[in-house]
Protein backbone atom coordinates (compact mmCIF):
# COMPACT_ATOMS: atom_id res chain seq x y z
CA UNK A 1 0.00 0.00 0.00
CA UNK A 2 0.98 3.58 -0.60
CA UNK A 3 1.40 5.81 1.91
CA UNK A 4 -1.56 7.65 0.51
CA UNK A 5 -3.76 4.92 0.89
CA UNK A 6 -2.53 4.08 4.37
CA UNK A 7 -3.54 7.79 5.12
CA UNK A 8 -6.85 7.91 3.48
CA UNK A 9 -7.47 3.95 5.51
CA UNK A 10 -6.71 6.06 8.39
CA UNK A 11 -8.60 8.75 7.96
CA UNK A 12 -11.62 6.28 7.27
CA UNK A 13 -10.98 4.40 11.03
CA UNK A 14 -11.29 8.10 12.51
CA UNK A 15 -14.22 9.13 10.70
CA UNK A 16 -15.58 4.99 12.13
CA UNK A 17 -14.94 5.85 15.00
CA UNK A 18 -16.41 9.02 15.30
CA UNK A 19 -19.38 7.68 13.78
CA UNK A 20 -19.96 5.28 16.04
CA UNK A 21 -19.07 7.43 18.72
CA UNK A 22 -22.27 9.56 17.90
CA UNK A 23 -24.63 6.28 17.27
CA UNK A 24 -23.85 5.61 20.49
CA UNK A 25 -24.70 8.90 21.78
CA UNK A 26 -27.75 9.08 20.13
CA UNK A 27 -28.85 5.49 21.43
CA UNK A 28 -28.06 7.01 25.00
CA UNK A 29 -30.16 9.73 24.66
CA UNK A 30 -32.78 7.68 22.77
CA UNK A 31 -33.56 5.88 25.97
CA UNK A 32 -33.67 8.31 28.05
CA UNK A 33 -36.51 10.02 25.89
CA UNK A 34 -38.08 6.58 25.69
CA UNK A 35 -37.74 6.69 29.58
CA UNK A 36 -39.13 10.13 29.98
CA UNK A 37 -42.44 9.38 27.54
CA UNK A 38 -43.41 6.52 29.69
CA UNK A 39 -42.90 8.45 32.91
CA UNK A 40 -45.29 10.98 31.15
CA UNK A 41 -47.61 8.38 29.72
CA UNK A 42 -48.13 7.50 33.41
CA UNK A 43 -48.43 10.95 34.75
CA UNK A 44 -50.92 11.54 32.14
CA UNK A 45 -53.23 8.24 33.36
CA UNK A 46 -53.12 9.11 36.76
CA UNK A 47 -54.18 13.24 35.83
CA UNK A 48 -56.64 11.41 33.56
CA UNK A 49 -57.95 8.97 36.46
CA UNK A 50 -58.36 12.02 38.56
CA UNK A 51 -60.12 14.26 36.12
CA UNK A 52 -62.74 12.03 35.50
CA UNK A 53 -62.77 11.68 39.91
CA UNK A 54 -63.00 15.40 39.71
CA UNK A 55 -65.81 15.43 36.99
CA UNK A 56 -67.92 12.73 38.79
CA UNK A 57 -67.62 14.63 42.42
CA UNK A 58 -68.59 17.74 40.54
CA UNK A 59 -72.13 16.15 38.84
CA UNK A 60 -72.71 14.84 42.06
CA UNK A 61 -72.47 18.25 43.87
CA UNK A 62 -74.50 19.49 41.39
CA UNK A 63 -77.09 17.09 41.75
CA UNK A 64 -76.71 17.52 45.47
CA UNK A 65 -77.38 21.31 45.48
CA UNK A 66 -80.37 21.66 42.68
CA UNK A 67 -82.06 18.85 45.28
CA UNK A 68 -80.96 20.74 48.54
CA UNK A 69 -82.31 23.74 46.57
CA UNK A 70 -85.26 23.26 44.86
CA UNK A 71 -84.43 25.30 42.03
CA UNK A 72 -83.44 23.28 40.16
CA UNK A 73 -84.91 21.48 37.03
CA UNK A 74 -86.55 18.62 38.19
CA UNK A 75 -86.65 16.51 35.27
CA UNK A 76 -82.95 16.67 34.97
CA UNK A 77 -82.32 15.82 38.34
CA UNK A 78 -84.56 12.55 38.15
CA UNK A 79 -82.59 11.71 34.70
CA UNK A 80 -79.66 12.01 36.73
CA UNK A 81 -80.63 9.80 39.91
CA UNK A 82 -82.28 7.56 37.18
CA UNK A 83 -78.70 7.27 35.74
CA UNK A 84 -76.97 6.53 39.55
CA UNK A 85 -79.25 4.07 39.86
CA UNK A 86 -78.08 1.86 36.55
CA UNK A 87 -74.24 2.83 37.57
CA UNK A 88 -75.35 0.99 41.20
CA UNK A 89 -76.95 -1.85 39.51
CA UNK A 90 -74.45 -2.54 37.21
CA UNK A 91 -71.78 -2.51 39.93
CA UNK A 92 -74.24 -4.63 42.48
CA UNK A 93 -74.10 -7.03 38.85
CA UNK A 94 -70.56 -6.73 39.00
CA UNK A 95 -70.34 -8.18 42.32
CA UNK A 96 -73.10 -10.97 41.98
CA UNK A 97 -70.61 -12.68 38.79
Known sequence: MTEESLLLVRELKGRIHHLFGAFENLEGMN???????????????VLEK?????????????????????????????????KLMREIDKCVALLNE
Do not use: P
Request: avoid cysteine; aromatic fraction near 4%; glycine fraction near 6%.
Open 31 to 45: RALQETITALNIQIE
Open 50 to 82: EKADLVTRYENLKLAKSMESGYGDSREVRQKIG
